[in-house]
């Protein structure tokens, strides 16, 4: 772990308890006077705090130190995600954050089955994990919209994944929002909202599951 999240990081005192205790002083086995990094995940700063006391349900922790840390990818990249089976999402939110995607909308298409929910409080705890081991000084941040042809109209620098000649490692540079379909991929209606020349591919005559593609694109554009 690159550090431990609590969400009151940045306060004089901290105080440790469920989890995070079972953490760090079950799992971690610190004791009193250890130094401990936290951040909040809400500003860019990493917070140093010392444990001054340990007890059976919880431990208290005094700050030390605190600095301006900023720990992300130098681009950006915004995914717009249609719907899929939440399991396939939380299976691989953790490597897009890993990667450095700023920002991902779920939005639902024509293909994507309207009884998926996705449970934003689990995908955030999954991220605030991926972030404490990573060292990202942030979490994606997650939209769910409800209309792509809406959205599009919103958002007019879209680019699409899909089968296309057009290879995403030529127009790398220039994406910064694009959109991925779920299984089955986009319907005739919905590739009608993109211009031709902003439709991308890979170099690869091979279907890829959504996950996959999702992973794929945003390693090929961030990394």
């Not at 939209?143 to 699409?160: G, M, P, R, V």
């Not at 089968?163 to 991929?185: A, R, W």
């Amino acid at each position: 772990m690159q550090f431990s999240y609590h969400e009151n990081s940045g306060q004089e005192i901290l105080e440790i308890e469920n989890d995070l205790y079972k953490y760090l002083i079950k799992a971690r086995r610190h004791k009193e006077n250890d130094q401990i990094a936290f951040r909040n995940l809400k500003d860019s700063k990493i917070y140093f705090y010392t444990l001054v006391e340990i007890n059976r349900r919880n431990a208290i922790a005094k700050l030390v130190s605190s600095e301006e840390k900023i720990i992300e990818n130098q681009k950006e990249l915004h995914l717009v995600w249609c719907m899929v089976d939440p399991k396939t999402v939380e299976k691989s939110i953790a490597s897009l954050n890993e990667i450095g995607v700023k920002k991902i909308t779920f939005v639902y298409c024509e293909y994507s089955q309207k009884n998926f929910k996705l449970n934003l409080e689990k995908l955030e705890k999954i991220l605030i994990n991926s972030s404490s081991q990573c060292g990202r000084s942030s979490i994606i941040k997650l939209e769910i919209s409800t209309d792509l042809e809406k959205f599009l109209e919103e958002n007019n620098d879209c680019y699409a994944l899909d089968f296309s000649k057009n290879s995403i490692e030529s127009k790398k540079d220039d994406i910064k929002t694009i959109v991925l379909g779920c299984e089955g991929g986009f319907s005739i209606d919905e590739r009608k909202l993109f211009d031709d020349e902003k439709i991308v591919g890979f170099d690869s005559s091979l279907i890829l599951r959504s996950e996959t593609a999702a992973i794929s694109l945003a390693s090929k554009i961030l990394i």
